[in-house]
């Protein structure tokens, strides 16, 4: 059975850490991307940052580029995938995917969705 789950996420407030995680299982996801999405109210899913299967590439938004890093652990059942966001802002407020597919900053890349991970900054 393929799962996909989100953990990490709550409220704090702004110019704080996050560290989001997603494990990965029922597939060999060490040979997919990995990524991360978010979708806030009112708004489209967009995406955030991948990070390819062999750990050399990664991507990420112009509005997380130097704030958020993406991360891996290729374990052997479990793939886990991470997202240390810093200097958090209030128009980061969504609700944070993780997904397994190809290496792409296009939600259709992907084929294997988590069920997503609350993350509030208030104003």
């Known amino acids: 059975q393929v799962r996909l789950v989100e953990s990490g996420g709550g409220l704090v407030q702004a110019g704080d850490s996050l560290r989001l995680s997603c494990a990965a299982s029922?597939?060999?996801?060490?040979?997919?991307?990995l990524g991360w999405f978010r979708q806030a109210p009112g708004k489209e899913r967009e995406f955030v940052a991948t990070i390819n299967w062999d750990l050399n590439s990664t991507n990420y938004a112009d509005s997380v580029k130097g704030r958020f890093t993406v991360s891996r652990d290729n374990a052997k059942n479990t793939v886990w995938v991470y997202l240390q966001m810093n200097s958090l802002k209030v128009e980061d407020t969504a609700v944070y995917y993780c997904?397994?597919?190809?290496?792409?900053?296009?939600?259709?890349?992907?084929?294997?969705w988590g069920q997503g991970t609350q993350v509030t900054v208030p104003s």
């Open positions: 029922g597939r060999t996801f060490s040979n997919y991307a």
């Open positions: 997904a397994a597919g190809t290496y792409s900053d296009h939600a259709g890349g992907y084929k294997y």
